[in-house]
């Protein structure tokens, strides 16, 4: 018997029928949120997903990561209204170059592909290399 570990990247649609404003547009649009994730596969199973982003994207393309609170109450399907300011536009959340910061979620990336990685893998599920 061997232990059969694998990743998935999975991403989720949410949930979300009100409007969202956005002052650059001048005003209230439909948005689609959707939820992105890795997650850990044991013999096939799917068990637990970790390092999630939500995002929101616009119906002319754009996409904004979403506050991760906010996206957690929109996940559990909670009446949340998501305002301009639960947005950030995407990329500034550089996670993995500022592990020196107190708010580290316990996930960062790996220096050769860039795969999402737990702090205490010792190797890369993606590239097999030794990330230590
Ligand atoms: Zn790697």
Redesign the pocket.
Known sequence: MFLMIGVNDGQTALYYERLVYFSHLGKAVNVTVYVTYVQLLLFFIPTFKWNKHYYVQLPNGEVFELDPEVGRQVERGRDVEIKESDLYSNGHTDYYSDKSSNSNTGVY???????P?VNDFD???????R?R
Do not use: A, M, T
Not at 109 to 115: K, R, T, V
Not at 123 to 129: A, Q, S, W
């Open positions: 990336q790996c220096p050769h592909c860039g795969y990685i190797f890369c599920p993606k590239c097999g290399r990330l």
